[in-house]
């Protein structure tokens, strides 16, 4: 039966290295939503200067 693990902490705590180590060790998928922004909308979604109001991209 598919499960759903959901990892949440501290910044620096482990979580990403914790969460790429279930992905290898278990048939697992990982979803990390930081790294999906990135791949959209590249690192100009990171700098707080950037206001993107939705349009980030555009």
Request: aromatic fraction near 10%; charge should be positive.
């Amino acid at each position: 039966m598919p499960t759903v693990q959901m990892i949440f902490g501290y910044l620096g705590a482990g979580k990403t290295t914790f969460a790429r180590k279930l992905e290898r060790e278990l048939p697992a998928i990982r979803f990390t939503l930081d790294e999906w922004v990135t791949r959209l909308f590249g690192d100009r979604h990171l700098d707080p200067r950037t206001k993107c109001s939705g349009r980030c991209g555009t």
